[in-house]
C-alpha cells in the first residue's frame, strides 16, 4: 500500500525550502546578480532599519527636550491649601500574602490628619492574603485609624475594576494608589497634594525608587531602564508641555477628573495610560514631582520582569489602538499628537527585531558577495539611532540622579541591551497580539519582599513557570552563533559584533531562565521538607 501524499502546505513548504536553499548556494558562491529578491530584501531591511532609526532617534529628542526646558522643572506648588482636603488611599491587591501587612503599615503612617483621610484595602485575593490583609485592617482600625477592608468575589475588570469599586465608596475628592510593592514614606501626601490648589491640575505622579536596586545584577539593569523611563520621558514630556502617563501607583488623582474622563475601564493592560490619555485629552494638567520619592520593589526573577514588560507592551499598544485616532482628529498641538504616537507605539520596535533578525543573514550576504556597500551607512544609522542612543538616554538618566558615581554603570550598559534583546519574543508576542486585538487577562507581578526567607515562600507560592521561554531564547541564541560562524568562514568580520549581541542577549536569558528555574524547584522541594520535619501543627 503506497503511503498518501503530503498535504499542500508541506509541499509548498518543502519548496519554499529548496528555493532558499538554492539561492542560498548560489549566492554564497557569488554565482548571481542583483535580483527582485536581492532588491526586495534590500527594501525591506532598509524599512525597518528607517523605522527602528526613528524611534532611537526619538530617545535623543527626549534627552533634547528635557535639558531645553530645564527653567520649567516642577518645584514648590503655586499655593497651599488651608483646609486640607480629604484623601482616599486605595491600596489594590491580588494574592499578595507576604507584602500587604507592611504595605498598609506604610500606609497608616501617612501623616495626614486621620479626619481627612480614607484608607481603602481593595482585596481581589483567592488565598490566605484575605486572612492576613482583613487581620492587618481590624488591627489598625482598633487604633482608631480610618482604614476599611472591601473584598470582591470576583476579578472583573481586574485592577481597574477594583478601583473603579473602590471609587464607588470613596469619601475624598483627592484618590492615592499604591500598589502592593510600594512603601509611601510619611511626608508623601504633604508634597503632592497642595499642587491641586491649581483648578485645572488633574493628577500628580511621583518617582520610583527601588529598594532592592541592588539585590542582583538583575535588579540593577532593571532599575537603570526605569530610571530612564521617569528621568528623562516623564521629565521631558512634562516640561516641554507633552502628554504623559500616570503609572497606576505613587501618584494623586482628582476624582472629579476620573469621573470626567470617564472612569477606570479596562479594556486595556494599561489602565493607568489609557486614564492619562482621557484626561488630558479633556483638557486636565498633569504634574511630575521627581523629588518626591516613592520606595518599591522590583522583580527579583527574570520570568516575572518578563510578564511585567509584556504586559506594559501589550497595554500601550492597546491605549495606542484606542487613543491615537480620537488624538489625531483632535485640535491639539502636532508636538502632542507626534509625542503620543511614539509613547503609545514605542514597542513596536521589538517585532521589527524579529524582522531584522530574520532577514540579517541573506542581507548580509547579499552586500557581501554582490558589493552593496550602501548597506554599511544603514548599519552605522542603525547603530547610532539603537544602541547608541540606549546607552546614551539611560546613561544621562544616570547622571542626573546619581552625579558623583554614575561614570561605574558603564559596565551596565552591554547588560543592559542583552536584557532587552532577552525580552524580544515575550514582548513581540504581545505586541502582536495587542496590534490583533487578542484579549488576556491582567497578569500581576509577583512581589517578593526584601526579606530573604519571606521571599523564598512567595516564590514557592507564586512564582510562575518559565514555559517554553528557555528553549525559544536557546534556539535564538543558537541561529545567530550559526549566523556568526558561517559569516566569519566567509570572512565578512564587519557584521560579527551584531551577531554577538544577538548571541550574548538570547543565551543569557536561556541561561538565566533555566538557573532560576532549578534554584526555585530546589527551594521548593527544601520548604517541603522543612515543613515535613515540623510536623502538620506548624
Known amino acids: 500500500m503506497f503511503p498518501k501524499a503530503p498535504p499542500p502546505v508541506l509541499r509548498y513548504a518543502a519548496a ?20 527582485s529578491l536581492d532588491w526586495g530584501l534590500a527594501a525591506l531591511y532598509l524599512a525597518a532599519m528607517l523605522v527602528l532609526s526613528a524611534y532611537g532617534l526619538h530617545r535623543y529628542q527626549l534627552v533634547y527636550l528635557y535639558y531645553r526646558h530645564r527653567d520649567r522643572a516642577t518645584g514648590e506648588p503655586a499655593a497651599r491649601f488651608t483646609e486640607l482636603p480629604v484623601v482616599t ?24 490628619p486621620r479626619d481627612r483621610l480614607q484608607i481603602q484595602v481593595l482585596d481581589d485575593s483567592t488565598d490566605e492574603t484575605r486572612r492576613v490583609a482583613r487581620a492587618a485592617v481590624e488591627r489598625w482600625a482598633a487604633q482608631g485609624y480610618p482604614v476599611e477592608y472591601r473584598h470582591r468575589t470576583h476579578r472583573q475588570g481586574f485592577k481597574a475594576g477594583a478601583l473603579q469599586a473602590g471609587l464607588d465608596a470613596a469619601r475624598g475628592e483627592l484618590i492615592v494608589v499604591f500598589d502592593a510593592d510600594f512603601r509611601p514614606l510619611p511626608d508623601f501626601l504633604h508634597r503632592t497634594v497642595h499642587h491641586f490648589t491649581d483648578p485645572n491640575v488633574g493628577a500628580v505622579q511621583a518617582r520610583w525608587t527601588f529598594r532592592n536596586r541592588n539585590h542582583s545584577f538583575l535588579t540593577s539593569v532593571q532599575a537603570m531602564l526605569l530610571d530612564g523611563h521617569f528621568v528623562f520621558e516623564h521629565g521631558a514630556r512634562a516640561r516641554s508641555g507633552r502628554f504623559f502617563n500616570f503609572n ?12 470626567e474622563a470617564g472612569g477606570w475601564q479596562h479594556d ?21 514631582l521627581p523629588d518626591v520619592e516613592a520606595p518599591s520593589e522590583l522583580p527579583t526573577d527574570l520570568t516575572a520582569f518578563q510578564v511585567q514588560q509584556a504586559r ?13 485616532p480620537a488624538m489625531f482628529a483632535s485640535h491639539l498641538p502636532a508636538k502632542v499628537k507626534l509625542e503620543a504616537f511614539f509613547h503609545l507605539t514605542s514597542n513596536v520596535s521589538y517585532p521589527l527585531i524579529v524582522l531584522l533578525s530574520i532577514l540579517w543573514l541573506p542581507s548580509a550576504i547579499v552586500r557581501f558577495h554582490h558589493g552593496h556597500f550602501g548597506f554599511l551607512l544603514l548599519d552605522i544609522l542603525l ?14 538618566a544616570q547622571k542626573e540622579l546619581f552625579p558623583s558615581r554614575w561614570w561605574w554603570k558603564l559596565l551596565l550598559i552591554p547588560a543592559l541591551a542583552a536584557t532587552g534583546i532577552g525580552l524580544t519574543i515575550t514582548n513581540t508576542r504581545a505586541v502582536l497580539e495587542g496590534m490583533l486585538g487578542m484579549k488576556s487577562p491582567f497578569q500581576r507581578t509577583a512581589k517578593y519582599t526584601t526579606n530573604r526567607e519571606q521571599a523564598r515562600l512567595a516564590r514557592s507560592r507564586y512564582r510562575r513557570s518559565s514555559g517554553w521561554l528557555p528553549v525559544a531564547n536557546f534556539v535564538a541564541g543558537t541561529y545567530f552563533a550559526c549566523c556568526m560562524v558561517y559569516l566569519a568562514g ?30 526555585f524547584r530546589w ?16
Not at 25 to 31: D, K, L, N, P, Y
Not at 89 to 112: G, I, K, M, T
Not at 248 to 259: C, K, P, Q, W
Not at 498 to 504: D, H, N, P, R, S
Request: charged share 20%; net charge neutral; glycine share 10%.
Open 16 to 35: 519554499v525550502w529548496d528555493e532558499a536553499a538554492g539561492w542560498f548556494e548560489q549566492i554564497s558562491r557569488g554565482a548571481t546578480q542583483s535580483s
Open 89 to 112: 488611599v486605595q491600596l489594590p491587591l491580588y494574592n499578595e500574602q507576604f507584602v500587604v501587612e507592611e504595605l498598609l503599615d506604610s500606609a497608616c503612617r501617612l501623616n495626614y
Open 312 to 324: 506594559w507592551a501589550k497595554g500601550l499598544i492597546q491605549t495606542g489602538r484606542k487613543i491615537l
Open 268 to 288: 486595556t493592560l494599561t489602565e493607568d495610560t489609557d486614564l492619562s490619555y482621557r484626561a488630558q485629552m479633556k483638557g486636565w494638567k498633569y504634574v511630575y
Open 523 to 538: 527551594e521548593t522541594g527544601r520548604t517541603l521538607t522543612i515543613k515535613m520535619e515540623e510536623g502538620p501543627g506548624c
Open 248 to 259: 497606576g501607583t505613587a501618584g494623586v488623582l482628582r476624582r472629579a477628573m476620573i469621573e
Open 490 to 519: 566567509i570572512g565578512y568580520w564587519t557584521t560579527i559584533p551584531f551577531a554577538a549581541l544577538f548571541v550574548t542577549g538570547f543565551y543569557f536569558t536561556a541561561g538565566l531562565l533555566s538557573f532560576q528555574a532549578c534554584k
Open 383 to 396: 547603530f547610532l539611532g539603537t544602541f547608541s542612543s540606549l546607552s546614551t538616554f539611560y546613561l544621562l
